[in-house]
């Protein structure tokens, strides 16, 4: 579990420098068989330590899940879906500015074009809710990414640092599409 929490720690420090998270945005999880290493709620993702995470079952409940972050259901959810073992949930500026007015967000840019074609843009569910987490685990189940208009994006791969590089990439082709 520690190699877990280490890889975890590096994306969230990522996230944190490149603007992709504020102080206390964002979540971090990865699948371990059948529990979900998910980061606290309120975690700084740009300072996690060994404590700002929490293991949990994916398929139930325990008195442990109020520690865990708000979008917990939607980590648990996608897991259940899908084969991802890795989920990263940022909330990029330039993605959120054009998630306002976007129903799908297409990059322009060689790079963005080739790695993500194309991203869905949603309706702004409440945060952590059973809809948000149906929503959002449908789209990933065919999907790397999925963007939450007026709030941020998640992505789903096989590894933490995959599924930050999705973002990475989208919000540097989010940026390019606005500066036109």
Request: hydrophobic letters at 40%; glycine letters at 4%; proline letters at 4%.
């Amino acid at each position: 579990m520690h190699y877990h929490i280490r890889k975890l720690i590096q994306v969230g420090r990522l996230l944190f420098e490149e603007g992709l998270v504020d102080a206390r945005a964002g979540n971090l999880s990865v699948r371990i068989g059948n529990k979900i290493l998910i980061t606290r709620r309120g975690s700084h993702l740009g300072n996690l330590k060994d404590h700002d995470f929490v293991l949990l079952d994916i398929d139930k409940t325990s008195v442990l899940d109020d520690r865990a972050s708000s979008e917990l259901l939607v980590h648990r959810e996608v897991y259940i879906k899908t084969q991802n073992l890795a989920i990263v949930h940022a909330h990029p500026i330039a993605v959120v500015k054009l998630s306002f007015k976007a129903k799908r967000i297409v990059p322009k840019d060689s790079e963005g074009k080739t790695l993500l074609k194309s991203v869905k843009v949603i309706p702004n569910l409440p945060p952590g809710s059973p809809k948000l987490a149906k929503v959002v685990s449908d789209i990933l189940s065919q999907e790397k990414l999925v963007v939450v208009r007026s709030h941020g994006v998640f992505s789903a791969d096989m590894d933490p640092f995959y599924a930050y590089s999705h973002i990475s990439v989208l919000e540097h082709s989010c940026k390019i599409l606005l500066d036109e």
